[in-house]
């Protein structure tokens, strides 16, 4: 079974750039989420999909963070502008049923 | 608010060592807990999974215990080896509908040989 599919890997934008990350979930996990892992911390989820509704955003900040999961299937995370605090890794998860979420490599990015 | 909290940041050992990693949680109101590992330039990997009416989970080597009523997890490593460096996290989900996970900052740990 293949698993979380991040892409770039890596990214270094200036800042005020805008960036895009992608996310394909293991066939058939209706639940995906997104994470945000600054260096020395641990995750902190930005978005939670159901399927392609947004189940948890409270923590994602829309004044420059938009995601997506049109189809329920694929995600895309944008951020514009970009700041120097973005720098960060992000992880993309989902979720079939129960309690375990797999984890992508994630996207490391960097905003000089 | 939930808070999650991992005592030490940084752990170096020797290979063989058996070993103590500790997280704690300021809301006792959890489903579940988790321990995962996390190697540099890699997603989190899920060790062991806890419910909230359970103790103790076991898998190899690895051993974690859960005192939801202290606030308490520790993940114990029988006989470290090298392979064991990394970063290791603990994560509540929280009581709601959402299976939102809360993660602490993390253990580094290095297992010298």
């Known amino acids: 079974e293949a698993g979380v599919a991040q892409s770039p890997r890596y990214k270094i934008i200036e800042k005020r750039q805008s960036v895009a990350f992608w996310c394909n979930p293991i066939?058939?996990?209706?639940?995906l989420y997104w994470y945000q892992q600054i260096l020395g911390q641990g995750p902190k989820l930005l978005i939670q999909f159901q399927n392609n509704g947004v189940v948890d955003d409270s923590q994602l900040p829309k004044d420059r963070f938009s995601a997506e999961r049109l189809k329920g299937v694929d995600s895309t995370l944008k951020i514009q502008p970009a700041k120097l605090e973005d720098s960060a890794v992000y992880l993309c998860?989902?979720?079939?049923?129960?309690?375990?979420?797999?984890f992508g490599p994630g996207t490391r990015l960097t905003v000089l | 608010k939930q808070e999650v909290t991992q005592i030490p940041a940084a752990l170096s050992v020797p290979e063989g060592e058996n070993l103590v990693l500790n997280c704690s949680f300021t809301?006792?109101?959890?489903?579940?807990l988790q321990w995962f590992r996390q190697d540099p330039g890699k997603g989190l990997t899920s060790l062991l999974l806890?419910?909230?009416?359970?103790r103790e989970q076991t898998s190899g080597r690895l051993n974690a215990s859960l005192d939801k009523s202290s606030g308490r997890s520790t993940l114990y490593i029988a006989a470290s080896q090298p392979g064991d460096s990394a970063t290791y996290l603990c994560a509540v989900r929280d009581g709601g509908a959402t299976n939102k996970l809360i993660f602490g900052t993390g253990t580094l740990l290095a297992v010298q040989p």
């Open positions: 998860a989902s979720r079939l049923a129960g309690d375990e979420q797999f």
């Open positions: 806890i419910q909230s009416s359970q």
């Open positions: 809301d006792s109101a959890i489903y579940n």
């Open positions: 066939s058939g996990h209706a639940t």
